[in-house]
């Protein structure tokens, strides 16, 4: 730990929740950047409405990102959120870079999403096993909020056919 705190959580339980945190950061910061990545390349014929999405979607996810190092600063740890420390150690799937289609694009920040809100999930319960309700907590909003994010993404994705969505098909 590198900053002076009279936080009451234990030098122990800090430090291991700001390596949470800092893990968690790098991941956030490739979210984001996978999601401007699809911002600026999405094509077809509901570009505008993606467009505009994605930037969205990445504007929540750096209000993640900065609650996420600010929780860390907080218990007098050190954020570590350059590009280079995130890109080794995000632990989401890397973004294909070749993809032009919207579709494909809203599967893949989909499956970001939807990974990055399971392990938030996980980190709510490994931060409140720790003893840190605070970083549980910020964790679990966290949560919510990629869910919601997920929710409007997949919103744009073609539904199944109703035969096989009634499984007539």
Not at 34 to 54: P, Y
Not at 105 to 118: D, K, M, N, P, R
Not at 126 to 144: C, H, I, K, N, Y
Request: aromatic share 6%; with cysteine.
């Amino acid at each position: 730990m590198t900053g002076r705190t009279l936080n009451t959580l234990s030098d122990n339980i800090r430090a291991q929740s700001v390596d949470l945190l800092n893990r968690y950061l790098a991941a956030s910061i490739d979210l984001r950047a996978q999601v401007k990545h699809a911002h600026w390349n999405t094509r077809g014929a509901a570009f505008i409405a993606l467009h505009e999405l994605f930037d969205k979607v990445a504007a929540a996810t750096d209000g993640y990102c900065d609650a996420i190092a600010e929780r860390a600063a907080a218990l007098g740890g050190t954020a570590h959120g350059t590009v280079q420390v995130a890109a080794g150690r995000s632990f989401l799937v890397p973004y294909s870079v070749g993809i032009a289609d919207q579709e494909l694009h809203v599967e893949a920040i989909s499956s970001a999403l939807a990974s990055f809100g399971e392990y938030a999930r996980k980190a709510v319960e490994e931060a409140a096993s720790r003893g840190d309700p605070g970083t549980a907590d910020l964790f679990a909003g966290v949560s919510r909020g990629i869910d919601h994010q997920l929710w409007l993404v997949e919103s744009h994705s073609n539904p199944e056919p109703a035969s096989r969505a009634n499984g007539s098909g």
